[in-house]
């Protein structure tokens, strides 16, 4: 008994295994393995992105804090940023004393970012109220300004002469670069 097989048969069934052979072995030796490699990038870009989320979220945190900080002390910046000037400074001060001195000491090197000056006052007064009242006119000012002690109260009959250091904070000129404001810092997102 003879099996009649044709040519084409033969051929086909030839070219069906060795199409068959390539698929596994393509299959063993390319899909798998880059399978493994797929699932493990793919584990860690899952990392990643949660880690992103989560400086991002804090960046959102920071940014809002920031913006939030930079509203309610919007007098204060604004303080910082605006120059003293000593004849405006007595001009609106001098109500609360009888005589207003101000000098500029020399400046320090623990000093860098405020300047000192010493104030000498002459009130008629009887007691140390008017002080007290330009303590809140500083508050309200445009400038940051701290009162150092000891302040010192002289009677002089019916004078007071008080005389303290003052100093007044300024924020330095900062390189244009360096200074950022809030639609710069959400540009980088």
Not at 4 to 20: F, N, P, V
Not at 63 to 85: G, M, T, W
Not at 124 to 150: C, M, R, T
């Amino acid at each position: 008994m003879k099996i009649k097989i044709s040519r084409q048969s033969i051929y086909l069934i030839t070219l069906s295994t060795i199409l068959l052979l390539f698929v596994v072995l393509f299959s063993f030796l390319v899909l798998i393995p880059e399978g493994k490699k797929y699932r493990e990038h793919r584990v860690e870009l899952q990392k990643e992105n949660k880690e992103l989320t989560k400086y991002q979220n804090f960046h959102d945190e920071t940014l809002e804090v920031y913006k939030q900080l930079q509203a309610d002390n919007r007098h204060v910046i604004e303080a910082l940023k605006s120059p003293f000037n000593i004849e405006r400074f007595e001009k609106l001060h001098k109500e609360h004393f009888q005589t207003l001195i101000i000098a500029q000491k020399e400046k320090m090197a623990d000093e860098e970012t405020f300047s000192v000056y010493e104030v000498k006052t002459t009130s008629h007064i009887h007691s140390p109220q008017s002080f007290y009242d330009f303590l809140d006119a500083i508050n309200k000012s445009e400038w940051v300004i701290g009162i150092n002690f000891p302040i010192h109260f002289v009677r002089d009959g019916d004078l007071i002469k008080s005389s303290f250091t003052m100093r007044v904070y300024a924020a330095e000129k900062k390189p244009e670069k360096e200074d950022l404001n809030v639609s710069e810092l959400e540009g980088e997102e």
